[in-house]
C-alpha cells in the first residue's frame, strides 16, 4: 500500500478561493474541455443509475450534470469553497440532487471498496505534485471501483504552459519562459511572483507518465484520448465557438485526432481510460 506525504500546498486552496473555477468552463477555452469531457464520460461510464464517484470534482460542474442524467452521484473535493458551491447547485437541482458531497482528500477516502460503477478523477492528479501522493490517490480509486468499474483520470500536459506561451506572445518574459522549461523538465508547475493569477502549484504530466501511473496503481489501462486536442488553436476561438458551423467542424476535427500523438501532445488535457480487473 502505498503510503501518502499528507502534505498539501496552502497556495492551492488559496487560488480556488477566489472562486474564478465555477465559471472557467463557461469562458475562453473551458466550452471545449466541457462537451468534450461530457462526451467521453456518456462513452465510457454505464448506464444510469450507477453509482459515480467525481473526486477533485470542484464546484460540480460535471456532478451536477451526471445526476441530471440520472446517476447517483458522490462528490469529493479539497476546496471548502467548491463543496459550498456544489451543495448549492445541488439544491437548486432539487429533482436531481447529488447523493453525497464531502470536504475530503483522494488519498484518503471514507468509502468501502467496491461501491463505485464509475470514477471521474480530476484534481488529485494535477495538484499532488509527488509521485507518491498520486499512486495514493489512484490507489484509492481502485480500492473503492467494483470489479470492471471504469476510472477516467484527466492529466494536465507538460506542453500546455509553453503552448500557451508561445500563441498569446508570453514566451518573450523570462519569467515565464523559465517557469516553462522548469514544467518540460520535472513536471512541476510553480508560477512565478510575477505572474499573479496564473495556475497554481500543480503537477503537469509528460507523454505516457500518467498511464504508467495507473498501471503501478494496479489499474488495467485502456486508452488515453485528447481532450481539447488542437481545437482551442483555432483562430479567434471564442468567436468560432459561437458559430454552430465552425464549432462542430472544431469538434470534428478533435474527435478524428483524439488518438493520435500529436493531439495528445497539444492538447492541454487528456484522458486516461483504466479499468478495476474482475480477479
Not at 518574459?173 to 513536471?187: R, T
Request: with cysteine; glycine share 8%; hydrophobic share 40%.
Amino acid at each position: 500500500m502505498i503510503q501518502p506525504t499528507h502534505t498539501f500546498p496552502p497556495e492551492i486552496l488559496e487560488f480556488y478561493d477566489h472562486g474564478q473555477e465555477a465559471s472557467r468552463l463557461a469562458r475562453g477555452i473551458g466550452p471545449l474541455e466541457y462537451v468534450r469531457t461530457q462526451e467521453i464520460i456518456q462513452r465510457y461510464f454505464p448506464a444510469p443509475p450507477a453509482q459515480v464517484f467525481d473526486i477533485g470534482g470542484g464546484p460540480g460542474a460535471y456532478s451536477l450534470w451526471l445526476a441530471r442524467l440520472g446517476y447517483t452521484v458522490h462528490l469529493v473535493d479539497r476546496s471548502p469553497l467548491h463543496v459550498q458551491q456544489s451543495r448549492g447547485g445541488s439544491f437548486n437541482q432539487a429533482d436531481h440532487p447529488l447523493s453525497g458531497i464531502i470536504l475530503g482528500d483522494g488519498r484518503c477516502l471514507p468509502y468501502p471498496p467496491n461501491c463505485a460503477d464509475a470514477i471521474l478523477l480530476h484534481g488529485p492528479l494535477y495538484h499532488l505534485v509527488e509521485k507518491i501522493d498520486r499512486l495514493a490517490a489512484l490507489q484509492e480509486a481502485r480500492r473503492i471501483l467494483r470489479p470492471n468499474g471504469v476510472l477516467l483520470a484527466v492529466m494536465i500536459s507538460c506542453y500546455a504552459s509553453s503552448l500557451v506561451g508561445l500563441v498569446r506572445g508570453w514566451l518573450d518574459d523570462p519569467d515565464f519562459f523559465a517557469m516553462c522549461v522548469q514544467e518540460l523538465a520535472s513536471g512541476k508547475h510553480i508560477p512565478p511572483a510575477s505572474w499573479p493569477g496564473l495556475f497554481t502549484t500543480a503537477y503537469f504530466h509528460h507523454p505516457g507518465e500518467l498511464e504508467s501511473e495507473v498501471q503501478t496503481a494496479g489499474l488495467i489501462m485502456e486508452t488515453t484520448l485528447a481532450v481539447q486536442g488542437p481545437g482551442w488553436l483555432a483562430r479567434d476561438f471564442e468567436q468560432a465557438w459561437q458559430n454552430e458551423q465552425r464549432r462542430e467542424t472544431i469538434l470534428a476535427l478533435v474527435r478524428r485526432m483524439e488518438s493520435e500523438a500529436g493531439a495528445l501532445g497539444m492538447s492541454p488535457h487528456n484522458i486516461v481510460v483504466a479499468r478495476k480487473s474482475v480477479k
